[in-house]
């Protein structure tokens, strides 16, 4: 490992600390709403009913059984396959499946926080201490560590030539799909074909698990979930969100055409950017952009979004895109993102700025 200067340790261990203790005033909430969806899916898994497993009054009934002062419910919308993935917590008590939980999520993320240090040098501790989405997830009982450590993973296969390889794990992201939407645009317009084919195989493999497991009836039941407008903590909140949703909702801007109007300038700013440019600026503009158009993105979900900053100050020779970059790790603009309305646009305004820098960072960088 790189050496760390004793200031960088100080930095760290007083972020370490201030997180925690901001974490530890969200843990009771975190138990009783976002883990206790995803506990659910794993008892449910257990059970072998995949069938069943998104119809809301089955998920209702679970939760009450665990949870006897549930209110409304909490539903679990990954998809039959993650069921599995997350199964062995079903075999333990609540409480302690909670606490392996946050175990668990904070491992990944200082396990990240490891590569990025073994990877670009002593300074890159600063940046991902500083990031909040990583501490604010794990506080909130997601599991956005996950998707932080499958894209470094794929970043890193595809770095060693194993370009399937690094598609298939970039697929695993599926769990939460609506995250890595324009991923196929970008290997499609990079023209990186063993990826792409890695990335297919895996999501064909995962469909396909999906409907072993709960055949047409589960796969109807999981589309309804989805579309299901009736329930209330489905897409709560969206003035807290981040992507153009949040901007939307921030700034009083109603009706279709906004996102569709909106999501159609990023991805052809998108597409104009990553001509040419190399594997690290599709690393740093896809998934940006793909958290940038879609609906349902909180603060957390951003935690992937390290992968991007890391690469755009230890990758990235323009002073610009390094400012953007290091101004985007501060806690700034996910703090304003718990602020309410209408300065949680601060955020989505935020993640804009940060996408349209890069992408000129990529133009900039084809033309000299």
Known sequence: MPKVSLTVWVVVAGMCVFWGL??????PAARSHDFLNLYTG?????????AEMHEPSVQLAEERKIYPEL????????????SLVLAPLGLLPYGAAFTVWIALQTALLL??????????????????????????????GQDCAVLLALLICSYELERRGRAGAAGAV??????????VLLWPVALVVQKRWRMLAGFCAAAAAEVALCLALGGWRGAEAYARLLLNKDLDRLSPTPEFMISVQGLAANLGIKGAWFPAVFGLCVCAALVWALRGAPAW?????A??????????VYGYDAALLLVPVWLAIFEDGWPAGRIAATLFSTPVPFGFAL???????VASLSLAAFFLVQAAGAVRARRE
């Open 339 to 345: 602020a309410g309305k209408p300065y949680s646009v």
């Open 71 to 82: 209110g409304t419910l909490v539903p679990f919308v990954r998809p039959a396959f993650y």
């Open 22 to 27: 901001l974490g530890s005033l969200m843990l």
């Open 111 to 140: 396990g990240a926080w490891a590569w990025a240090w073994r990877r670009f040098g002593g300074d890159a501790l600063v940046f991902s201490a500083m990031f909040l989405p990583g501490p604010l997830g794990i506080a909130s």
């Open 287 to 296: 998934p940006t952009a793909s958290l940038l158009i879609v609906p349902h």
């Open 281 to 285: 600026r599709m690393f740093v503009l």
């Open 170 to 179: 970039l697929a695993l992201m599926l769990m939460k799909f609506h995250l």
């Open 42 to 50: 794993a008892r449910l898994a257990l059970e072998g009913r995949f």
